[in-house]
């Protein structure tokens, strides 16, 4: 396991973590850390722990908007999907229905034409 000094709230504190995760659990920190220092800021010397509690139920508040924002769009990609199926297959239906009628147009120019040339008209 690799080590990590992040610093939150002007206090460092060592932390484990993945090999080569070492960058993302700074980056993650200082993120923290924005959150912990836009609330002092707010409301000044409330104590490091109410602080780190409130900082806590921010990501969290945020982290739940993301989860229904992607929950949404799954549920849009799937009506999406489910859509396109839909349209593939009356498409498949239509040009299936074409070449049918394509077919017997066909038989039916075939016929006129052997009838023209004197020809016995060939059973379909």
Do not use: W
């Amino acid at each position: 396991m690799a080590q990590v000094t992040v610093t939150i709230d002007g206090k460092a504190y060592r932390m484990a973590c993945e090999e080569g995760q070492e960058d993302h659990l700074s980056e993650l920190a200082a993120r923290f850390d924005q959150y912990v220092g836009h609330l002092r800021g707010q409301f000044g010397e409330i104590g490091d722990l109410r602080l780190t509690v409130m900082a806590g139920i921010m990501v969290m508040d945020e982290l739940s908007e993301v989860d229904r924002r992607l929950k949404t769009l799954e549920a849009e990609v799937e009506s999406l999907k489910t859509s396109r199926e839909t349209q593939v297959s009356d498409q498949m239906r239509s040009e299936e229905a074409v070449a049918a009628a394509l077919g017997e147009v066909t038989a039916q120019i075939h016929a006129v034409v052997a009838r023209l040339n004197g020809r016995p008209t060939p059973a379909n």
